[in-house]
């Protein structure tokens, strides 16, 4: 995919609306809660802390952050027994051994005192650096984008480090010094909730719960992500998805997956949603034995009819098209 | 509380503090950080827009889900002037209210789930001449109730282990290079390794979840058991509690207080439904839904605390089970009328449930507590390859399979 050429400075970001056009034209489409709270999050430079069921595009946030912005995107995938030496720095053990053996074989050793010694040992030349000392110690003018996915991997001792992180963000390396952020990156941490993340975590961020899109928006999204489906499956698929939805399923579908059935059915050749393609290409949207048993059973080509008079209905009143959406494709 | 409007001179800090205090009266918690926040969030956003206003307290003030219903009632009442209507402080995770109360109607429904078991059975179960064990959690008076939760809380879970992903300093010359520790004793020994450092994989106790069945027919024993729940959360990380009853209600903020009184009250007050109607089956889908498959019951050893009783369908009751029981270490359910003479597991909902559960123990008594904290203590392994059955004798149990 093209690059914006021109990058967005993402702290000078002056209203809601500039946000909802940068990620648009970066293929997101944010409903406005969601735009306000990025912006929100931009301007107050605060982590923003997104929840939801998975697959409604909470990871996808940052990515599309990142490509707005130009700056890189630093991910930092939580799981149990994370810790810091796999989150933050580590010294390069081995090559501190060979650079002490080197100096000793050169003789080195012997010329310098300890303390420089050990100076020289402990200098960034060996320091590894990790997601968030790389976050952090960036001095790359646009800011970049630190994405902590899934923190209720990580156990409650990570969560609180990465509190201590995200408060000044600032880190100590008790060798060499502090690191301070010049540039704070732009922080988006995201959680499905297995467990309860820490109050004093969620107090520093701005909360948002992301939803399932809407069938208009989710049409959007079908469109702009795969712009080889026609516009009119692009609608039924939504819709389709949404009274899928409702079914009350072990895994409703997400974003991704619709996408996914959108692209399998126009493979198949349909340029319209029908029973016998939607049937066959179930498998793209539902995972489970029950779930798709679940579907057929609730009749699933009334749910591919009543898809199609909506799309209908939706097409009289034009919506797709009235909206600038792919004006970054 | 009036119809307010932001003017232009209006401070935002000081219509932050009168809108989070609103909030906190409608029963939210809002740390002062976070009115600082929304303060901040005002006077960046444009609050001449609903929307940029709502949205603005609402990431800055709102920190769970759950929370919104209450949030959005406060918005409306306090800028627009609606009247404030709050259901309470609970979650929206309810499912269909069934207003039935065990009665009479227990006894009509059983007969017609077991026609040919005898009568003996169903009045055994259901009257108050039942014997069951000495000190019957049923018997108690509320000083009674209260030594036990004091009793209660020596009892300690300690819960199987599972290998976790944190390593630890090992011992033994075996596992990953621990470099850190290799070079800082090398550095101490001029630069020498004399000796290689190694990492292990720790253990941990694995999550431990407790469903507490709150309707109706578990009445007598549902209250001192919230002082076992209470026990547990408080006693060890990673416990989390439910409330199943018409609806499922998380209890494990309320009862995370070391102070018993207010934990009990905390959690008594958000639990609406106390001797409501069952409906276990749908009650654990909620669970599964909302929790459960999504992680939280996921290797962990989730106990079921219920009479079985249930009033939904049965194969919704198996059906979740099984799902329960794919994703869970071990699933242990704990009956309090289990101890009673003659009991079989006939009730419909402990039927379906049997065949994917582990451990099936009874609970009616400190005694029979003692030894489920020492089953979900010791009993680590070998989980799917039989049911443990503890307490005094069961004559027959009908329908126990082996787990496939």
């Given amino acids: 995919m093209l ?11 002056s209203s809601v609306e500039d946000v909802s056009q940068g990620l648009r034209d970066n293929s997101y489409l944010p409903d406005e809660a969601l735009a306000t709270t990025i912006y929100l999050s931009l ?14 595009g909470k990871t996808e946030v940052a990515k599309v952050i990142a490509d707005w912005g130009g700056g890189r995107l630093i991910r930092l995938q939580c799981y149990e027994g994370i810790d810091a030496s796999q989150a933050v720095y580590e010294w390069d053990y081995a090559r501190q051994l060979m650079h002490l053996r080197a100096m000793e074989a050169t003789g080195k050793a012997r010329s310098t005192n300890e303390a420089e010694l050990s100076g020289e040992l402990y200098s960034e030349r060996f320091l590894v650096r990790r997601p968030l000392l790389e976050a952090i110690a960036s001095t790359s003018g646009t800011p970049a984008v630190l994405l902590v996915d899934e923190v209720d991997r990580s156990d409650d001792e990570f969560e609180a480090f990465l509190l201590e992180v995200l408060s000044d963000y600032a880190i100590t390396v008790p060798e060499i010094g502090t690191f301070t952020a010049g540039n704070p990156p ?30 208009q928006r989710e049409a959007q999204i079908i469109r702009l992500r795969a712009p080889e489906v026609t516009e009119t499956l692009a609608r039924e698929v939504a819709h389709a998805a949404e009274a899928i939805r409702s079914v009350g399923l072990y895994k409703p579908p997400g974003v991704a997956e619709t996408i996914d059935w959108a692209r399998a059915l126009n493979l198949l050749g349909g340029a319209q949603l029908d029973l016998a393609g939607a049937s066959a290409t179930l498998g793209a949207l539902l995972k489970y034995r029950e779930d798709r048993d679940r579907v057929l059973e609730h009749d699933l080509a009334e749910i591919v009819s009543d898809a199609g008079t909506a799309a209908v209905r939706e097409s009289e009143s034009g919506s797709i098209g009235s909206e600038p959406a792919s004006a970054g494709l | 509380m009036s119809n307010q409007s932001l003017s232009g001179v209006a401070d935002p800090i000081d219509v932050a503090v009168g809108f989070a205090s609103a909030l906190r009266r409608a029963g939210l918690e809002v740390p002062l950080a976070s009115t600082l926040l929304y303060a901040q969030a005002l006077s960046v ?22 929370d919104v219903d209450v949030y959005d009632a406060v918005f409306g009442s306090y800028w627009m002037g609606e009247a404030l209507k709050i259901a309470g402080p609970t979650t929206p995770l309810s499912i269909p209210l069934m207003l039935n109360i065990d009665d009479g109607d ?28 000495t000190k019957d959690f049923a018997d108690y008076s509320d000083e009674e109730l209260e030594e036990a939760r004091r009793l ?41 390794a004399v000796r290689i450092e190694r990492r292990v994989n720790s253990f941990r106790p694995r999550r431990l979840v407790l469903l507490l069945d709150v309707s109706g027919s578990m009445e007598r024993y549902a209250r001192a058991l919230l002082r076992l729940l209470h026990a547990a959360v408080t006693g060890r990380s990673r416990v989390e509690a439910f409330a199943l009853g018409t609806r499922l209600t998380r209890l494990t903020r309320e009862l995370s207080s070391r102070d018993p009184d207010r934990a009990m009250r905390a959690a008594s007050d958000s639990v609406l439904d106390w001797s409501g109607g069952t409906r276990l089956g749908a009650g654990l889908g909620c669970f599964n839904d909302e929790w459960g498959c999504r992680g939280m019951a996921r290797g962990a050893v989730v106990v079921i605390l219920s009479d079985g009783w ?95």
């Fill in chain 1, 3 to 13: 690059k914006p050429m021109s990058a967005v400075d993402l702290r000078a970001v």
């Fill in chain 1, 43 to 56: 301007r107050l430079k605060r982590p923003l802390l997104l929840e939801g069921e998975p697959g409604v």
């Fill in chain 1, 186 to 215: 732009v922080v988006v941490i995201t959680s499905n909730r297995t467990r309860d993340v820490h109050d004093a975590l969620k107090r520093r961020c701005l909360y948002h719960w992301v939803e399932h899109p809407s069938a």
């Fill in chain 2, 45 to 66: 956003c444009d609050v001449s827009s609903r929307s940029s206003l709502y949205t603005a307290g609402r990431c800055a003030l709102v920190h769970c889900i759950e």
């Fill in chain 2, 106 to 133: 227990d006894d009509h429904s059983g007969d017609e789930e077991q026609p040919d078991s005898n009568a003996d059975v169903m009045t055994v179960r259901y009257s108050a001449t039942e014997t069951l064990a």
């Fill in chain 2, 152 to 192: 209660m809380s020596r009892l300690r879970f300690g819960g199987p282990l599972r290998p976790s992903r944190r390593l630890a300093p090992a011992r033994t010359c075996s596992g990953h290079l621990d470099m850190r520790r290799t070079v800082r004793a090398a550095m101490r020994a001029g630069g020498e």
């Fill in chain 2, 310 to 404: 249930d009033r939904g369908d049965p194969h919704d009751m198996s059906e979740q089970m099984q799902r329960l029981a794919r994703v869970a270490h071990r699933v242990v359910w704990v009956n309090p009328l289990k101890a009673s003479v003659g009991y079989a597991p006939l009730a419909r909902g402990m039927a379906a449930a049997l065949p994917y559960v582990d451990d099936f123990v009874e609970g009616h008594n400190l005694d029979s507590l003692e030894r489920l904290a020492e089953l979900v203590l010791t009993n680590s392994t070998n989980s799917r390859s039989s049911l443990t059955i503890l307490g005094a004798g069961v004559p027959e149990v009908p329908a126990v399979g082996v787990r496939p």
